[in-house]
């Protein structure tokens, strides 16, 4: 079992920045490559970004590839979340997840445990 706390969320301007984080505990955080969704209000949860257990290997949505980064320090067992000129169209609630198989797919289904998420809200 893998538990998950997102944290870093708020209220910023567009244009503005936010980095998230997600701290894990339990199994050994190093071992899986780890992923940011997001929910906006009466959609689905999209992928943004997954990265591998190494850091060496990355992936990013189309609509956030050059505005977001995504990284970890396995010796805090810390996945970020970067998120730099930021667009209303971002505003959701946003998750971590574990990629126990690491497929680093763009599908849900790709991920084993979540986080109970964090609020992003960027106003025009």
């Known amino acids: 079992q893998v538990q998950l706390v997102e944290s870093g969320g708020g209220l910023v301007q567009a244009g503005g920045s936010l980095r998230l984080s997600c701290a894990a505990s339990?199994?050994?955080?190093?071992?899986?490559?780890m992923g940011w969704f997001r929910r906006a209000p009466g959609n689905e949860r999209e992928f943004v970004a997954a990265?591998?257990?190494?850091?060496?290997?990355?992936r990013y949505a189309d609509s956030v590839k050059g505005r977001f980064t995504i990284s970890r320090d396995n010796a805090k067992s810390t996945v970020y979340l970067q998120m730099n000129s930021l667009k209303p169209e971002d505003t959701a609630i946003y998750y971590c997840?574990?990629?126990?198989?690491?497929?680093?797919?763009?599908?849900?289904?790709?991920?084993?445990?979540w986080g109970q998420g964090t609020q992003v809200t960027v106003s025009s």
């Open positions: 990265i591998k257990w190494s850091g060496d290997r990355l």
């Open positions: 339990g199994r050994t955080f190093s071992s899986y490559a």
């Open positions: 997840a574990v990629d126990s198989r690491g497929l680093m797919g763009s599908s849900r289904y790709s991920y084993d445990y």
